[in-house]
Structure formats: C-alpha cells, structure tokens
C-alpha cells in the first residue's frame, strides 16, 4: 500500500479506519503501508485509526497521518495490535512517519494515542524509530493504558518484549478540557505498562508541556509502570516538561522530578546516565524540525545506533564526524528524529536551577539556617572544575539580610546535563518572620549562555521561604480534675499559629510524655 492519499472517512456506526492490514483468514506477513498520506478520519461510533496493522513483520514508512478523530472512543495515529510483531529475522518497522493532531473526545475520558503498541508478543521484534508524534488531545484519564493522552503507548497489558525505540521525537503541548473525570488525570510523552520486558530506548526527544485547563493532571515525559529490569537499555533521551503540572517521569514506583532523580532510580543498570532534560528547539507545534541556529542538546547528543536508519526526511546519519557541518557539531547523531546542522550548547554553560535547603516544605526556620543549591551542567561536555574553576555566590533580602560567602569549585568535573548541590559556608539569618528572596547565581569565565546563571523566580517559591510567627496559644480544659479511670475532660487550644502541636502530659511537671 503505497503512495496513496486517504481522507475525508466518516462512520457514525463504527470503529473507522485510513489503513488496515489485517491477519484475518490467510493472514498478511511481511505487508508494506508506505508514502501514504491519511487525513480527517473520524468516527462517531468507535475508535478512528489512520493506520492500523495486525500483520505480522509489516513496515510501517514515512506516512503522514494527521487529524484523526473519534467523538465516542479513542483515536490513534498508528496502531499496532496482537499478531502486529516481527518475526525471527523480519523486525516490524514503524519508521520515519509523522502523526499530528489526533483526538478523542468524548467526555467519558478518552483521548489521542500518537503511536499505540500492543503487539501481546515475547521477543516482539519490534523497530520503532524516526517518528514524529505531535499535538494530541482527549478529555483524559487517570490511568495510561485506558484514557490518558500519549504520544507513544506500550501497553503490555499481555507481555511483549523486545521492543526498540531509537530517534523519535514526542511533543504534546497546549490545554485540554477534562471529562467526566477531572482529578488524577495523567499524560504522558512516553508511557510504558508493568508487562512490557526488554526494551531499548535510546536517542528520543520526549518532551511534555501539555495542561489540564481544570482539574488536576499531571504531565509526564516519561511514565513506566514496569520496572528497572524491564529495560534492556535506556540511554540518550532528552526529557522535558513544562508548566505547573510538568513532572518530569514517573519512574520505579515514584515521581522523578528531575533528571538527576531519574538517573538515581534508573542507574541500577547504569541506565540514562547520558540522557539530558533540555526543551528542543522544534519548529512549531505540529512540524518537529528543529530550528536551525538555536543552541540545543539535541545537536550530536545521541549515540550511533544502526538499525536506526535514516532520519525522518531519509537524510543519512553518519559516518561520523560529519564533514562541512557549519556549527560546531556533527560528531555524533542527534536526538530526535530530524537529523541536521543545528548549534550545540556551549562548551561551558552552567545554571542554578533549585535552592534546595532551606526547603520550603520546613514548619520552623532558625537564625542559621544551611544554604544548599543545585548546580547543573547545561552544556553537551563534562566540565573540569580544574581548568574550569566556577563561582557561586548570592545573598538573601528580607527582615534579616545575609550577604553570602562565595564558594569556589576548582577541584572535580560535573558531566554534561548532570547536576551537584553546592553548599554555603555561611548561614543566613530566617529567625525572623516574613518573605526572604535568595539571589544567588554562578560565574565561570566563557560561559556561553547567561540566562540560565541564576536561581530562577518562578515559579512561585523558587527562590524564596517565608517563615511565619509562632504562637504557642491558650490551652483549657473542659474539667480540671477527672476521677477514676471512666472520667474525662476535652482539651482545647486557641489563638495557635504555625507550626504543628503535639499534647502531653506529666504526673510530676518534669518528665513530659507524649500524647497520642
């Protein structure tokens, strides 16, 4: 099936397809859906597919799928269902096809799924790579697998393994209206179900600024409900959010807000220790080019995989390094889908990005308190302290002010995209009540981008806490003597601010035990 334009496909009374290879009767092994172009498939009785395969060993290529949508179920770019794996030998291939603008929105919690995978195969044998999946929607879900928008589904509700994602580029973003479930929603650029084993991803951008516009949602890049030992390798991925709602992965059973946090809990197969978190540079919503002339990790940030092929628009990768690259780069693939001439980070390009004690979770704050940073290493290269020594320095305004002791970083390295706090020497004066800003920032000579030099002011509560008055109250009691063991009195306390209160009690006003 090649070279052909489907569109315009309307069905009120069912499911509704662009494309389908089918393994019914005889079966189709080995088939070829490629160079199609498949366009405003709808449906108000079912799910609406643009390609839709069960054949075993089929290539999926350089298809453009685009506005596909269902009023009643979920709509999917391209879907791969049982029976949909390679053979021993004959991979099934989804490459370079580009998928836009799917949606599922019937108010029960359905969505768009970019790329969804349940092929129900051990050793699925199974390529997936140079794919753009953009602009999805739904009224969303609060699960992954059942109603929540995402850009690359594997769902292993039945096992499979042996799947490979290698140079795809994921990105949801804009707003979504809820449906009848409005909480817990979840989106996800990637999203991978506890029956999924030996997986191999590498070389992604998996980016997530998608919101809810009410309710609560959570937007992922990467979501895996299946553990550490369900990933062969998973390495050289750039992983991003944005927005109040963006956390950045949900990872061995918890959420990884940053990418060093990620790493700990992926590290244990040394896992993703090259993977970055930076927002690439794409084109537009729906065109997932980067843009030329823009610093990006993306630029030489992956690592040489051949079965991954040409890129999306079938320019060869490698061999590398690339020859006449005008920017700088061309010594390794670049992340994503789209391979180019693009500008990589700057060889030195350090940021502050958290103040990470004082917390601002703390019930009391003291008059010396211990002032902790995140550094973070933006560039594409390890940084050697030692040739590269690095200054951080700041100071904290509010009722108490503290001029901070510059520290200075000159033994060590820091490797590219990861991050190490960096601890002052001298404590800053929180003993008094009322919003105190820390202004604190890093200095090392060719630092090629000073945007990111300073600790941030937003969101909210980034780069500011806010002790409050404590007062203690009056406590009083209902009796103020009780006989027996059947008699009792209510305590009560009024006029208590902050803190927590713990009651107890003493049968001599020296030693004092808790209450429960």
Same mark, same amino acid.
């Given at each position: 099936?090649?070279?052909?334009?489907?569109?315009?496909?309307?069905?009120?009374?069912?499911?509704?397809?662009?494309?389908?290879?089918?393994?019914?009767?005889?079966?189709?092994?080995?088939?070829?859906?490629?160079?199609?172009?498949?366009?405003?498939?709808?449906?108000?009785?079912?799910?609406?597919?643009?390609?839709?395969?069960?054949?075993?060993?089929?290539?999926?290529?350089?298809?453009?799928?685009?506005?596909?949508?269902?009023?009643?179920?979920?709509?999917?770019?391209?879907?791969?269902?049982?029976?949909?794996?390679?053979?021993?030998?004959?991979?099934?291939?989804?490459?370079?096809?580009?998928?836009?603008?799917?949606?599922?929105?019937?108010?029960?919690?359905?969505?768009?799924?970019?790329?969804?995978?349940?092929?129900?195969?051990?050793?699925?044998?199974?390529?997936?790579?140079?794919?753009?999946?953009?602009? +999805?929607?739904?009224?969303?879900?609060?699960?992954?697998?059942?109603?929540?928008?995402?850009?690359?589904?594997?769902?292993?509700?039945?096992?499979?393994?042996?799947?490979?994602?290698?140079? #795809?580029?994921?990105?949801?973003?804009?707003?979504?209206?809820?449906?009848? =479930?409005?909480?817990?929603?979840?989106?996800?650029?990637?999203?991978?179900?506890?029956?999924?084993?030996?997986?191999?991803?590498?070389?992604?951008?998996?980016?997530?600024?998608?919101?809810?516009?009410?309710?609560?949602?959570?937007?992922?890049?990467?979501?895996?409900?299946?553990?550490?030992?369900?990933?062969?390798?998973?390495?050289?991925?750039?992983?991003?959010?944005?927005?109040?709602?963006?956390?950045?992965?949900?990872?061995?059973?918890?959420?990884?807000?940053?990418?060093?946090? +990620?790493?700990?809990?992926?590290?244990?197969?040394?896992?993703?220790? #090259?993977?970055?978190?930076?927002?690439?540079?794409?084109?537009?919503? &729906?065109?997932?080019?980067?843009?030329?002339? &823009?610093?990006?990790?993306?630029?030489?940030?992956?690592?040489?995989?051949?079965?991954?092929?040409?890129?999306?628009?079938?320019?060869?990768?490698?061999?590398?390094?690339?020859?006449?690259?005008? #920017?700088?780069?061309?010594?390794?693939?670049?992340?994503?889908?789209?391979?180019?001439?693009?500008?990589?980070?700057?060889?030195?390009?350090?940021?502050?990005?958290?103040?990470?004690?004082?917390?601002?979770?703390?019930? $009391?704050?003291?008059?010396?308190?211990?002032?902790?940073? =995140?550094?973070?290493?933006?560039?594409?290269?390890?940084?050697?302290?030692?040739?590269?020594?690095?200054?951080?320095?700041?100071?904290?305004?509010?009722?108490?002010?503290?001029?901070?002791?510059?520290?200075? +970083?000159?033994?060590?390295?820091?490797?590219?995209?990861?991050?190490?706090?960096?601890?002052?020497?001298?404590?800053?004066?929180?003993?008094?009540?009322?919003?105190?800003?820390?202004?604190?920032?890093?200095?090392?000579?060719?630092?090629?981008? #000073?945007?990111?030099?300073?600790?941030?002011?937003?969101?909210?509560?980034?780069?500011?806490?806010?002790?409050?008055?404590?007062?203690?109250?009056?406590?009083?009691?209902?009796?103020?003597?009780? $006989?027996?063991?059947?008699?009792?009195?209510?305590?009560?306390? =009024?006029?208590?601010?902050?803190?927590?209160?713990?009651?107890?009690?003493?049968?001599?006003?020296?030693?004092?035990?808790?209450?429960?």
């Amino acid at each position: 099936v090649t070279g052909n334009t489907v569109q315009n496909v309307v069905n009120s009374a069912a499911a509704n397809y662009g494309i389908i290879l089918s393994n019914n009767n005889a079966g189709i092994t080995g088939g070829t859906v490629s160079g199609n172009t498949v366009s405003n498939v709808s449906s108000s009785g079912g799910g609406a597919y643009g390609i839709s395969s069960v054949a075993s060993s089929a290539t999926l290529s350089a298809n453009m799928v685009s506005s596909v949508s269902s009023t009643s179920s979920y709509a999917y770019g391209v879907y791969l269902g049982v029976g949909s794996a390679g053979t021993t030998g004959t991979p099934a291939v989804v490459d370079r096809n580009k998928i836009a603008t799917l949606t599922g929105t019937n108010a029960g919690g359905y969505t768009g799924y970019g790329i969804y995978v349940a092929t129900g195969t051990a050793n699925a044998n199974l390529r997936i790579s140079n794919n753009f999946v953009a602009d +999805l929607r739904g009224t969303g879900y609060s699960g992954i697998a059942n109603g929540g928008i995402i850009g690359i589904l594997l769902n292993g509700s039945t096992a499979q393994s042996g799947i490979s994602l290698y140079n #795809n580029s994921v990105s949801l973003t804009g707003s979504y209206t809820p449906g009848t =479930t409005s909480t817990g929603l979840i989106t996800a650029a990637l999203a991978v179900t506890s029956g999924n084993t030996g997986l191999d991803i590498r070389n992604n951008i998996f980016s997530n600024t998608l919101a809810s516009s009410s309710g609560t949602s959570t937007s992922y890049a990467f979501y895996s409900a299946a553990p550490q030992a369900a990933y062969t390798t998973v390495n050289y991925n750039d992983y991003y959010v944005g927005g109040t709602q963006g956390v950045l992965a949900y990872f061995a059973s918890g959420n990884r807000t940053t990418l060093s946090a +990620l790493q700990n809990a992926t590290t244990g197969t040394n896992q993703d220790l #090259n993977s970055v978190s930076s927002a690439a540079p794409f084109t537009s919503t &729906t065109d997932l080019h980067l843009t030329a002339g &823009t610093q990006t990790l993306a630029e030489s940030g992956g690592v040489v995989i051949a079965a991954a092929g040409n890129d999306v628009d079938n320019q060869a990768r490698g061999p590398y390094p690339l020859a006449a690259q005008l #920017n700088g780069g061309g010594t390794a693939p670049d992340l994503g889908a789209d391979e180019g001439d693009f500008t990589p980070r700057p060889v030195l390009d350090l940021g502050i990005t958290a103040l990470t004690s004082p917390t601002a979770t703390q019930v $009391c704050y003291t008059a010396a308190e211990t002032v902790t940073v =995140t550094l973070r290493n933006f560039s594409s290269q390890t940084i050697n302290f030692a040739t590269n020594p690095s200054t951080v320095s700041g100071s904290v305004s509010g009722p108490n002010n503290t001029t901070l002791t510059p520290v200075v +970083l000159s033994t060590g390295t820091l490797a590219a995209g990861a991050t190490q706090n960096v601890t002052f020497l001298t404590p800053a004066n929180l003993g008094t009540a009322g919003t105190y800003t820390f202004n604190i920032s890093v200095a090392v000579t060719g630092d090629g981008d #000073n945007t990111n030099d300073a600790l941030p002011g937003t969101p909210a509560g980034t780069n500011t806490r806010t002790p409050v008055t404590l007062t203690a109250g009056t406590a009083s009691a209902s009796a103020s003597t009780v $006989c027996g063991t059947s008699s009792t009195t209510t305590l009560t306390l =009024t006029g208590s601010a902050g803190g927590n209160i713990q009651w107890q009690s003493s049968t001599d006003n020296l030693l004092f035990n808790d209450i429960s």
